[in-house]
């Protein structure tokens, strides 16, 4: 990168004399510069890869913050050594022709599901044989992985550990490089499937199509679909500054990510794509001024402030227009093309979904970005199961919850819900009755404060109301997922965990295909720093645990 770096910081430094950005240290490998970072000395450092967990901890542990880590350029197609996109490559004799990420991540993973040809779907001679994989290896002498290890690592595998029998290639000094060895391990080995780069492809080996999921849509891995982000393996490089970077730093990030900066990107001969374009013109969610209108719950008006101003520290020259009234005015703004995205407090029903789909022809989806809220102070909560302060009981399962909403309960109990037409209503109905109505005798509310009311004056109640309703009269009870199970208790703890089983989300929905603004606004979101954004507000909404996370950007890159 030091061609890309000399230019950005020429071209800035002739727009700041005042403050002149010039390098100060080069090194050929991005670890070189982790030190230096961490103690200052360096304000910026370029980065072609994703950071080591070890290189995180070390920057946090002198600094006591994570570091700005900002993608400033789309890694090449096949330039050697540039940053570029990951191919799969199996032999030319193997009838296999794409593979989801879904599928390699259990090849992959030492407790994978996947180890014959036939579980990719190959019949005959094929369906019994063994996969033979062909990587790097997954440590070097340094403790950490190969830049291209720690990309599968955190893409692919999500946290899982390497299967132990990887057949590992090194570079050879003066001699093959690794990505070289692993093409022609695999066109020497029938049973043979290995990762590389497009530039090393090899007589006797071919590249697989990839996708997300195995509905695909799938990607050969043209310039055209790495430029834009759609093939599943492309890859970023990097600017990483300290934590909480000055108005210098963050002036001279914001000139990288400007038309010019990203002009210096496009210019280069390393074959790096600047970031995708952003919309421009006559896009109908740009308001006359040429902000992005977004349009939907007030009740994440906190954290989509929050992140509109990290969005914009990426992509200098965006403005958000926040028009948060509630949850329904997302869906008919996003299918007027009123706002890039919607923000809601509950999922769509399938009416709307289906009112969606004839009126845009566009598919609507929507992705997780936050646990609901324990909080008095917010409007969203988990469902909560409450009962009078005086009860003496202390769980409940699912199955009696079912028994109780359908009216097979014992004389003088009475239950208390939401209304079925509301958003916790339909809730309701669809994680504890299957979608089906409430029996005659619940009586039902259009809020949740009303449900505790009336409870917390019957001894013999228990009701349904949003977690974030209860009162000093009412007291929650643990919930069990089925008879045989430890009830959960309603805590942070237990939600973050996933294992409350009435939990609730806040969402952000979408129309598909992706904008391109839209994608890179949910990445900013589902990225620990976006995350962040979550754990810092002042409403009690929580973030999303890794697994959460891993799970919607998944999604996120199938679309």
């Keep these: 990168m030091d061609r890309l770096l000399a230019a950005w910081t020429a071209a800035f430094a002739a727009a700041h004399p005042e403050t002149p950005a010039r390098v100060v240290r080069r ?114 002498e340094s403790g950490n992985p190969p830049g291209i290890v720690n990309y599968l690592a955190d893409r692919v595998l999500h946290g899982r550990p390497w299967r132990p029998d990887i057949h590992e290639q090194a570079d050879v000094p003066g001699g093959p490089q690794a990505l070289a060895q692993i093409v022609q391990a695999v066109a020497a080995d029938p049973d043979g499937l290995g990762y590389s780069g497009f530039a090393y492809a090899a007589p006797g080996a071919k590249a697989l199509a990839v996708g997300e999921t195995e509905v695909g849509p799938f990607w050969d891995g043209s310039r055209e679909e790495i430029a834009l982000h759609r093939y599943p393996l492309t890859r ?3 600017l990483v500054t300290q934590p909480h970077p000055d108005a210098t730093v963050q002036a001279f990030v914001r000139f990288v990510l400007s038309p010019e900066g ?46 509109g101003d990290r969005f914009v520290q990426h992509y200098p020259g965006v403005r958000f227009s926040l028009r948060l009234q509630g949850t329904r005015s997302a869906l008919p703004a996003l299918e007027q093309g009123r706002s890039a995205f919607g923000p809601m407090g509950a999922e769509p029903n399938p009416a709307e979904v289906t009112e969606f789909r004839a009126a845009t022809g566009s598919e609507l989806q929507w992705f997780r970005i936050a646990h609901a809220s324990l909080s008095p102070r917010a409007l969203s909560g988990p469902l909560a199961v409450v009962v009078p302060a005086s009860s003496p009981r202390r769980t409940v399962t699912l199955d009696e919850l079912h028994d109780l909403l359908a009216g097979r309960v014992q004389d003088g109990v009475r239950v208390y819900a939401m209304a079925p037409e509301t958003a916790l209503g339909r809730y309701t109905r669809d994680r504890l009755l299957a979608g089906g109505p409430y029996a005659p005798g619940v009586r ?33 009870l643990a919930v069990a997922p089925g008879a045989a199970e430890v009830p959960v208790a309603l805590t942070p703890e237990n939600i973050r965990a996933g294992r409350y089983p009435l939990d609730r989300f806040l969402l952000i929905s979408a129309r598909i295909p992706l904008d391109p603004l839209v994608r890179a606004y949910l990445d900013l979101v589902l990225s620990p720093q976006g995350q962040e954004v979550i754990n810092q507000g002042s409403l009690g909404y929580l973030p999303l645990n890794d697994a959460e996370r891993a799970a919607e950007r998944t999604r996120l890159q199938a679309w």
Excluded: C
């Design 27 to 140: 090194a050929r490998y991005a670890a070189d510069l982790v030190e230096p970072l961490a103690q200052g000395v360096v304000r910026v450092a370029t980065f072609p890869r994703e950071l080591f967990p070890a290189e995180r901890a070390r920057i946090r542990a002198v600094t006591g913050a994570e570091p700005w880590v900002v993608p400033v350029a789309t890694g090449s197609r096949a330039t050697k050594g540039g940053t570029h996109a990951i191919v799969l490559y199996v032999n030319q004799g193997n009838p296999l022709t794409r593979i989801s990420l879904n599928q390699l991540r259990e090849i992959l993973a030492e407790d994978g599901k996947i180890r014959t040809w036939g579980q990719l779907g190959l019949t005959g001679q094929w369906a019994g044989r063994r996969i033979n994989l062909h990587g790097m290896r997954v440590r070097r």
């Design 236 to 238: 970023l490089v990097y």
């Design 262 to 307: 990203q002009r210096a990107v496009a210019a280069d001969p390393g074959g790096f794509f600047a970031l995708p374009v952003l919309p421009a013109g006559n896009v109908r969610y740009l308001t006359p001024d040429g902000a992005v209108s977004v349009v939907g719950y007030n009740d994440m008006a906190e954290m989509i402030a929050a992140w």
């Design 444 to 476: 039902t509310f259009g809020q949740s404060r009303d449900v505790v009311r009336a409870l917390a004056a019957d001894p013999t109640g228990i009701g349904l109301a949003a977690a974030v309703a209860i009162t000093a009269d009412v007291r929650a």
